[in-house]
């Protein structure tokens, strides 16, 4: 199995995460400059969870960007990427799920609809890597 993942072994797997990134970052922005009216429509109390997310959001997806531009990854970190992506459909749900007060409805149905654009990159980004797992690369990272 190769250890790295580069964009001419898999330039599905670097479009997804450029896609990923660019909305990460634009997440992350419209948290940062809507807080208090986006904390309303979702039914929290606390605009500052939204201006923390939206940071995180704006470094996660500027890290995204960044590994994409350079078009060569380690497999580890492809997976780590894909795994932190799970790791938000899984959180969005069990927040929903163990905490049904605490959103408005539209709430509930929007974070389901960014869940849902994050399961999407998850998949095409673990299609990718399952597809080139045989393959070995031109350069190494």
Known sequence: MSTHLTYEHSSLFFRTLSAN?????????????MSGSLSSFLGLSDHRWLLGLGGILLVFGGALLLRARSRCVTRVEAIAISAMDLGWVVASIVLIVALPGLFTSSGMIAILAVAAVVLAFFELQAFALWKTRAQSPARRC
Do not use: N
Request: glycine share 16%; no cysteine; aromatic share 16%.
């Open 21 to 33: 990134g660019l909305f990460s970052v634009t997440s992350g922005f419209i948290m940062l400059a």
